[in-house]
């Protein structure tokens, strides 16, 4: 009998066979994993579609990304599903179907989670040397859709021949910020999902090492569930000082965050969207 061919037509986009098998023991490890529910899955996508994802991710002088850079943070995010490349795209697209949604409902124990076709706050996002994100909690509430509440994130690393002394290991902390539990180097086809809300505190604080021309790439996206009572308890992104940052930094930590909260309030009740505030805002944003 003659091998079967895998097609671009025919080849799985998210490998449900591998991973509904270990669901049981996924669900466990979920749960019980600390500092809060968490699960670091390898090998997360075949290996083919990993690969071609990779070389197809979009380089850093792309002018469609937008610049991230001020105090707690110092990257790039492109979160315009009309400009993935075309796998990349696809890609997104299965991991926000109703089947990977059921999926991920049963592995972290979320029920009727709901996906975002527009990807706010995810998408694509990349660091180069210097890049950092400092250790926050993420925004509870979408911005546009004001009755969605953000339960889980998935985050799915396309490093290939990463250096684990570059650093950019993304950090797990205890609620009080004065630990960091865990340490995931962002390894390619690596993947995290965990669940977000005000004690989930995550980051990868230190300034990255990678030589230049390198840089630290992954793909992002955020699950919700639909509660018509929260939009009066959101939250905007809360980012924290660790406790080897000093009076200083912890103070350029604590202003930015209220700039960062006054600009969510804004960009959520007027529709702002972040390109415009990395060409406007220049306290949020100094790229030009």
Known sequence: MAASIVTPATRPLFPYVKWTSQLSSLRRRFRENQPYPHVHLKEFLDPYVADEMASEFPGMATDAWTHYRHANENKLGLAKRSLFPPLLGEV????????????????????ELVSDDSVEGGGLHQSGAGGFLNVHTDFSNHHYHKHWRRRVNLILYLNPNWQERWGGAIELWDREVRRCVVKIPPLFNEALIFRTNEISYHGFPDPL????????????LCYYTI????????????????????PL???????????????????????????FASKVLGFLSREH
């Open 92 to 111: 997104v697209d299965e991991l926000n179907s109703d089947a990977f949604v059921r999926w991920l409902s049963r592995l972290t124990g979320v029920a």
């Open 227 to 246: 509660d018509s009572g929260v939009e009066d308890k959101a939250r905007s992104t809360n980012y924290r000082p660790r406790p080897e940052d000093g």
């Open 249 to 275: 930094k912890s103070s350029m930590i604590w202003l930015d965050k209220q700039a960062v909260n006054l600009y969510s309030q804004a960009k959520a009740r007027f529709g702002f969207s972040d390109e």
């Open 209 to 220: 090492r990678c030589p230049a021309g390198v840089s630290r790439k992954s793909l992002a």
